[in-house]
């Protein structure tokens, strides 16, 4: 049986997993109406990632026997005044998320609920990877500037997400 505090914990952090999902897909909508194909496939994976992200803890609190419970997500910002402007947005929810990742492994390791310790090893590890994906195209962003050519380059190398 899954830990009280533990399982309200888990369940917020599922939330705030769909809502990034959301806020890319938002993203991603975005993008496309401005002609960024490339930036607007990279944002529908990356929408699709935290969809499975959600998906691991839904079926870990089942899996422990406890209650899923589902909140409401909140609607997104619709539109970005620029590509750079986007992704430093993203680049900052993911340090988000790894805070409140942390906050639950914290939580986990106080309670002694070894096996949520465990399991969220694997979040762990995959910020550190989204935090170096977003950041990385901030950057790349930052060298190319306001150059047209630049961002079609980038939009191109982007597009090529699967
Ligand atoms: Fe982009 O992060 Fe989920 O976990």
């Known amino acids: 049986m899954i ?12 939330n705030k ?22 930036f607007a496939k990279w ?20 899996e422990r026997g406890g209650k899923v419970d589902l ?4 609607k997104p910002q619709q539109s970005w005044e620029s590509a750079m402007k986007a992704f430093q947005d993203a680049y900052e929810h993911e340090k988000f998320i790894t805070n409140s990742i942390y906050s639950v492994l914290e939580l986990s390791q106080s309670q002694k609920d070894y096996a ?15 935090e170096a994906q977003t950041e990385q195209i901030v950057k790349k962003l930052e060298m190319i500037g306001d ?16």
Do not use: C
């Open 116 to 130: 949520t310790v465990e399991f969220l090893q694997w979040y762990v590890k995959e910020q550190v990877e989204e």
């Open 71 to 74: 909140m409401t997500i909140e």
């Open 147 to 162: 150059t047209p050519a630049g961002l079609f380059m980038l939009d191109q190398e982007l597009g090529h997400r699967e």
């Open 17 to 38: 997993e769909l809502s990034s999902a959301y806020l890319y897909l938002a993203m991603s909508a975005d993008f496309e109406q401005k002609n960024l194909f490339g």
């Open 3 to 14: 830990n009280e505090s533990v399982q309200k914990a888990l369940n917020e952090q599922l």
């Open 43 to 62: 944002m529908k994976v990356q929408s699709g990632e935290e969809l499975k992200h959600a998906d691991k803890i839904y079926g870990f609190i089942l």
